[in-house]
């Protein structure tokens, strides 16, 4: 928690020289540091480190999860899911990885939730039960909604401590308050962490709202004071950081949004996140506003929607909140449909619509369809191929690009430098993005007088470590070389952690070329074929048309049989299996350039 100070010596991120430097703009004097010999290195004991890693987050959007340990004293911020990247079929989302914390179980003091998005709580059901069952820290928002995530898994039975924004946490050496900060979730707070080494402030994702909707304002005042005495590292959102300029207010956005439902002469249908409760109360009390019945489709929003509700968040009558099978009961301009599906997928509820596969609803002519969220990268194709079906019914399309339907949840430069003006912290670490964020966030830094060796960028896993020079009390931080383990931790199904890249270079080899299944039947003391090799395709060539190509494949198979050993007096199954898998995958790479899967059959009679 040391101020500020000026005049900091240059040097590299691994020297231990100098007193802590201010940015430029800061003018407050603050005390110096007592001298010490030029080269003297600053002792750092290595049992009285701190040490700060990022599980997930700091190489995509998603997996959200930084972990903080002091001697025997572990504590957890968020522990997100990341949606899954092309090249990873069938795969429902990755985890963070806790391998770390094996063995360290009972140092975990708790796990800390910014807010309520399933990139920072998706992997809660998964990982929690791992790691010893921690408490978890979060507002009433997050809560509600971890612990209906919780019963839909039917799992262990998880500590949900509810804390309020103004709470103290003292958690083994760490203390830990909150900041309220504005974002598209109600309940989004950013974390103080006082260390033995000094504060750590981490910022969960963030926007500055002057002007929100149903929460107050970002605490200026708490963020100025937590800088003024003094912040040694800050964590901060780079989602939009490579945006200028300042995120619009979601009032704003409500104002544009009450304007187009106004003069809408049919239905209006919004597509949207569940999780963006904030806009979802927003469009429920224009509806109520201008005489439109609600109806809410899409399972995640129903249940967000009935927690906001339960804790008093939204507050719309219920005569005006309807079930969606009665949606043909009023006429078009009395109705407002909230659902989610805004990025095309598949089984969304905006998606069935579209594609006449609702029970309820059918698109009509003169229906609006607002799309108010961003599209979210990796999105842009599905998302366009459903805007075309809406086009193709000649439906009245609104999306974000067209007018201002859509406020981001997240700061944009100008933003960013004015969190960074109140903190004004000695180090700073961009997290939450892909690389490419990290870096832009890091420029920004850089352009308020913040030196390199000051702003780490890191990858995941990646060991940031800070201290207390006994001899003159100053804070220190350095971003080592040393990795901890952060593989992707795969979720399919019911299966966690037993898909691994193997399998999954598998499911791309048999979605690029497909699959040959080869069954011999063979002497089990000779090893010579009984009777003629079957030959099966999946994905490769279609065996009523490329009968050649069977009739040559099945002769090479009988030639690679008659090949075996003549002195050999007993079959090898898998000696002739691996010989097939080999010779025939070569054989027909041969013929057509492809690498199916080859998978040899070998029955012994």
């Known amino acids: 928690m040391e101020a500020m100070k000026p005049n900091r010596p240059q040097g590299g991120r691994n020297q231990r020289g100098g007193g802590n430097r201010r940015p430029p703009f800061v003018r407050r004097p603050a005390p110096q540091a007592a001298p010490r010999p030029a080269g003297a290195p600053a002792s750092r004991p290595v049992d009285d480190k701190v040490r700060v890693m990022v599980l997930g987050g700091c190489e ?35 985890i963070p990885n806790m391998s770390y914390v094996k063995g360290k179980e009972k140092n975990v003091r708790g796990v800390i939730i910014t807010h309520g998005h399933y990139d920072h709580i998706g992997a809660i059901p998964h990982v929690i039960p791992k790691i010893g069952n921690p408490p978890i820290y979060s507002l009433p928002i997050a809560a509600g909604i971890i612990m209906k995530r919780q ?44 260390t033995p080494a000094g504060t750590i402030c981490h910022t969960g994702d963030w926007k500055f709202d002057f002007h929100p909707i149903g929460s107050p304002p970002a605490d200026f005042l708490k963020i100025a004071d937590v800088g003024r005495k003094g912040v040694l590292c800050l964590m901060g959102d780079s989602t939009n950081s490579m945006i200028p300029g300042h995120q619009k207010s979601e009032t704003v956005i409500g104002q544009e949004l009450e304007h187009i439902i106004e003069k809408a002469t049919g239905r209006v249908i919004v597509g949207t996140f569940a999780s963006l409760l904030a806009r979802v109360k927003l469009l429920m009390e224009i509806g109520d506003k201008h005489g ?64 006449d596969e609702h029970r309820f609803v059918k698109i009509h002519k003169n229906d609006t369809i607002i799309f108010s969220s961003s599209v979210v990268p990796g999105n842009e194709a599905s998302v366009q ?35 960074l003006s109140l903190f004004r912290p000695k180090y700073y670490v961009p997290i939450e993005g892909n690389h490419f964020m990290l870096r832009e966030n890091a420029s920004i830094a850089y352009s308020m007088g913040w030196k390199e060796e000051d702003v780490y960028v890191v990858d995941n896993g990646q060991i940031m470590e800070f201290w207390k020079d006994p001899k003159t009390g100053e804070s220190m931080g350095k971003l080592t070389d040393q ?52 030959i099966i395709s999946r994905g490769f060539v279609h065996l009523n048309v490329q009968q050649d190509m069977i009739e040559a494949t099945t002769k090479r198979v009988q030639e690679v049989c008659a090949s075996s050993d003549p002195h050999q007096h007993e079959s090898d199954p898998e000696h002739l299996r691996n010989n097939l898998r080999n010779e025939i995958g070569a054989f027909l790479f041969k013929k057509t350039e492809r690498r199916p899967m080859i998978l040899p059959v070998v029955i012994e009679v």
């Open 60 to 94: 995509e959007v998603g997996r959200n999860c930084t972990l903080i340990e002091y001697k025997n004293d572990i504590i957890l911020i968020d522990m997100g899911l990341q949606f899954p990247e092309e090249g990873m079929p069938g795969i429902d989302y990755i």
């Open 151 to 194: 019963q839909d898994f039917e799992t262990t039975k998880l500590n949900v401590k509810v804390v309020k924004a103004t709470d103290t946490l003292q958690l083994g050496a760490f203390k830990v308050h909150f900041f309220h900060i504005n974002h598209s979730i109600p309940d989004s707070v950013g974390i103080v962490i006082e």
């Open 292 to 355: 439109r019945k609600v109806f809410l489709d899409g399972y995640s929003m129903k249940t967000n929607v009935e927690i906001a509700k339960e804790l008093g968040y939204i507050k719309v009558a219920q005569k005006n909140i309807l079930p969606i099978d009665q949606v043909n009961k009023y006429p078009d301009d009395q109705v407002l449909i909230l659902c989610t599906g805004a990025q095309g997928e598949k089984y969304a509820a905006l998606n069935r619509i579209a594609h």
């Open 385 to 419: 191929k459903l805007m075309d079906v809406l086009y193709r019914k000649r439906a009245n399309v609104i999306n974000y690009k067209m007018m201002d339907v859509h406020a981001g949840g997240h700061a944009m430069k100008e933003d960013i430098k004015l969190m």
């Open 483 to 534: 990795k901890i383990t952060t593989d992707y931790v795969f979720v399919d199904g019911l299966g966690v952690g037993d898909v691994s890249e193997v399998v999954l270079r598998d499911r791309k080899a048999l979605a690029d070329d497909g699959m040959v299944i080869i069954v011999v039947q063979v002497d089990h003391k000779t090893g010579k074929l009984t009777g003629k090799p079957a």
